[in-house]
């Protein structure tokens, strides 16, 4: 790719701009700005897609408890889609150690493998709540792995989702017929395991200049080993096999299902490579809340006007870890919040001349 210096701060002759890839599309040439908004694009479109599919799968009957063995298939799914990908656009050198994707593997399988299993026990707006509240772990490990220091604003946005969570947890405890404690620990379980896999590829991916590809082939075949060896002790690969070899259909879902995760975890990468965890983990959490509408309109389960006062409190948290990086934001929240103590102190004058009188 050429370029012309003319002093307007355009990168100087033979400087090479990274590779940045959307599903396959090279985006180079494009602005930074124009490379986010078809990031967001396609994690929107591919992981509403891959929520649908996720709760088809679990709609289906006896399978829900079938959650390991769901994720054995999805891992599988994303070794074969990344292997292929090496050998279309020959990649072959390795960056990272095999240590550090040992790690991974082991985290990405915590997260996912619990985050299956769970809706054994929750219901799937439950559970993508939590999921919405991921940022509060992300911020958490990248003050631990990364040093990071964050602006009070972040904090008062983790306490607004804590609250929005748990106002929104009771709500559903009340009125679902799955609710079950155990599957509040696997999601939370999943989403520690989840804020540190986007700070450890953060940190290792811009230092070594690994691809999104070569992470999750490595990431992904050393998890799907632990989690094979997991399943033939306990004998549920079997029992796995036998159910969707009567439901043959459940596989197909299964790999529309892992392809459009294999796409959104490549997307999502090239976010954390390009604006951070952070910045990527608040995309995919407004994805989250249209997910949720999705899942109401088109799976029938329960419903309280509770759900909406506690999702309203964790978008609030949301927009406020948006505001806390984003100037504009900030001073359109400044105005409003000085408007409002305007409004309190006109008030208070004629108040007081009323209980002179």
Known sequence: MEYKYDGTGLPPPFEKRKEVRVVFFDVTDKSPRDQFVLCC?????????????QELIFTQQKFKSFGWYITLIQFAFY???????????RKSERRVS???????????LGTMGLSNSSLMYLNYPTQVIFKCCKLIPVMIGSILIQNKKYKCMDFIAALCMCVGLSYFTLADSGISPTFSLIGVCMISCALVCDAAIGNVQEKYMKA?????????LYSYSIGFV???????????????????SEKPVVFW????????????????????????????????TCRKAVSIIVSFVFFTKPFTIHYVWAGLIVILGIYLNLASKNVGLQSSLKKFIHSIKLLILTKRPEKSIETTV
């Not at 095999?98 to 985290?107: D, K």
């Not at 070594?208 to 999750?216: K, Y």
Request: hydrophobic share 60%; glycine share 8%.
């Open 79 to 89: 070794t074969v889609f990344a292997k292929l990908e090496c050998i279309l656009f």
């Open 208 to 216: 070594n200049g690994a691809s999104n590809t070569e992470v999750i």
């Open 253 to 284: 879902y299964t790999m529309w299902f892992s392809l459009t995760g294999y796409l959104g975890v490549q997307v999502v990468l090239t976010l954390v490579t390009m604006s951070g965890a952070l910045v990527a983990v608040t995309i995919t």
């Open 98 to 108: 095999l240590r550090i994707y040992s790690l991974l593997a082991f985290l990405t």
């Open 226 to 244: 632990y989690l094979l060896f997991v399943l033939l002790l306990t004998g549920d690969l079997k029992q796995g096999i036998h159910f969707s």
């Open 41 to 53: 694009l396609a994690v929107f479109v591919l992981y509403l897609a891959y929520g649908f599919l």
